[in-house]
């Protein structure tokens, strides 16, 4: 009985680590971006500003088109995840399900497409792109990062399938459920948290992309977020910190306000709709 609360205080001492080391990157990135130079150029960093301004944050909007980039960024990531659930969820339900010889030879192929490099696909896919004029467009760019995303949401989704008991859906089917019923009023609801974490997993991807979005956008007025932040990086590789700072702090909010919004749906909505009213 001793060792309970000993080793308790070690999982609690362990997680609150485990947290302080996620959330480094993030408060030290804040910090930066408060910073003036001075203090930028200080040879004893400190975590809190000393004298904090918001010099850095109207540089770097007066630098570069970040409200432009962003909106680039939004709007591509969003299709790209709606499109990407909305292809993935049928599929999966229907590869889980049917655990036929094609299923699981997807299913194999789902895992090792995973694997292959950004360098080994960039050629093909821009001599697609070139062919379907779609170079140098955000409808190009979303049709890859759909693409890219597929088939690990294909893979998530297929394991939340699989959790969902068939007894649910035979027991709707005995009440009398069709089959377009039984689907959206009970396996719906019990995929919602996985459908929630697949869209997230998506749009995070395409959010934070980069190499596509560098090789694929040329015009200016296209590009994403991600490469206009290297906008602020000297042609002899020096970056301009605090600007560079608090355009990157910007770039990471939208990924932590959807897991804010969705982390409700996902722990809240795991065994919605598994009682018969």
């Known amino acids: 009985m001793r060792t309970r609360p000993a080793a308790r205080a070690a999982q609690y001492a362990a997680l609150l680590a485990y947290l302080v080391f996620l959330a480094f990157p993030l408060l030290w990135l804040l910090s930066t971006a408060f910073k003036p ?7 004893h960093p400190t975590w809190i500003p000393r004298d ?16 432009r ?8 990531a969003l299709a790209a995840a709606l499109i990407a659930v909305c292809v993935a969820t049928p599929t999966a339900y229907v590869m889980a399900r049917h655990r036929t010889r094609l299923a699981r030879a997807a299913s194999g192929w789902v895992v090792v497409s995973q694997a292959f490099p950004f360098v080994l696909v960039i050629i093909p896919l821009f001599l697609v792109l070139k062919n379907l004029r779609l170079i140098d467009s955000l409808a190009g760019l979303v049709m890859v990062y759909v693409v890219w995303a597929l088939p690990f949401a294909l893979w998530m989704l297929v394991g939340y399938v699989r959790a969902v008991p068939v ?9 009398g459920a069709g089959r377009l019923r039984t689907l959206v009023s009970v396996t719906a609801p019990l995929l919602a948290p996985g459908i929630a974490a697949t869209a997230m997993f998506a749009f995070v991807t395409a959010w934070n992309e980069f190499f596509f979005a560098l090789v694929l956008l040329k015009t ?15 042609a002899e590789g020096v970056a301009d910190l605090g600007p560079l700072a608090a355009a990157a702090f910007l770039a990471t909010l939208p990924s932590l306000l959807l897991f804010v919004v969705l982390q409700r749906r996902i722990t809240g909505g795991l065994l919605a709709g598994a009682v018969k009213s």
């Open 69 to 76: 980039a962003g909106f680039n960024s939004l709007l591509a």
């Open 167 to 175: 007894e649910l859906e035979e027991a709707a089917a005995v009440d």
């Open 220 to 234: 200016p007025e296209n590009q994403t977020l991600p490469v206009v932040l290297t906008h602020f990086i000297g």
């Open 52 to 67: 904090p301004t918001l010099a850095n944050f109207r540089q770097a909007f007066d630098e570069q088109p970040l409200l």
């Open 37 to 43: 130079p001075r203090e930028l150029a200080d040879l």
